[in-house]
């Protein structure tokens, strides 16, 4: 059974500070890593994926994977409020088989 | 280009009744997958169809089934309807490739009385 662990929060970050989100796996045969952004009442937005260990950078969004250590994370820089939300993580091995989800970390920008 | 869609948004269903959920994938998208998502048990994968074949389904009963059609469009049904089936069902697609990138469709919310 694959598993994605996140810690749920609610996680409160002052605006224009950085918020830091973090998410293990449990399968080791994981290939791609997704970060969705979820607003209450609404859709998954993919903000962000990686497939290669190390950190991607896309605007005030990084993401960084360690796949010796199972662990994936996403850093928001310059936090503002737009960004409160809750943040999923998923991750998927390839194929057909779907992503598996985290259950979310709800994310709290302070102003 | 256009998201992916969904209908109906919302659906209103009484115990023991059958719905169906449809979907349009993002032009270009041939691989569309079903997820149910719940407070309690956040996202859960249903299925996934390519080229109108189920390549893989989750762990759900056989009241949830689903087909696509030749343009890539997939519908969901789920029959015989139990309180616990009230969710939003989300509709992701993708190209697809080994990246398993999706985007997510605005979902549809079936409350079942």
């Known amino acids: 059974q694959k598993e994605v662990e996140q810690n749920s929060g609610p996680l409160s970050v002052p605006e224009g500070a950085i918020a830091s989100l973090n998410c293990t796996y449990s399968?080791?045969?994981?290939?791609?890593f997704f970060w969705y952004r979820q607003y209450s009442g609404k859709s998954p937005e993919l903000i962000m994926f990686i497939y290669s260990n190390g950190d991607k950078e896309d605007g005030r969004f990084t993401a960084q994977l360690n796949k010796a250590s199972q662990y994936v994370s996403l850093l928001i820089r310059d936090s503002q409020p737009s960004d409160s939300a809750t943040y999923l993580c998923?991750?998927?091995?390839?194929?057909?088989?779907?992503?598996?989800f985290g259950k979310g970390t709800h994310l709290i920008i302070q102003p | 280009k256009a998201g992916v869609t969904q209908t109906p948004r919302y659906l209103i269903k009484t115990r023991g009744q059958q719905v169906t959920l449809s979907c349009s994938p993002i032009s270009g998208h041939r691989s569309v997958s079903w997820y149910q998502q719940t407070p309690g048990q956040g996202l859960q994968f249903l299925f996934e169809?390519?080229?109108?074949?189920?390549?893989n389904k989750g762990n759900f009963p056989g009241r949830f089934s689903g087909r696509q059609f030749s343009n890539s469009r997939s519908e969901m049904n789920v029959s015989t309807l139990e309180l616990g089936d009230s969710a939003l069902y989300l509709c992701?697609?993708?190209?697809?490739?080994?990246?398993?990138?999706?985007?997510f469709g605005p979902g549809t919310r079936l409350t079942v009385l």
């Open positions: 992701a697609s993708s190209f697809p490739d080994s990246t398993d990138t999706q985007y």
């Open positions: 998923a991750v998927s091995g390839g194929g057909a088989d779907g992503l598996t």
């Open positions: 169809y390519f080229s109108e074949t189920q390549r």
């Open positions: 399968d080791r045969g994981s290939q791609s």
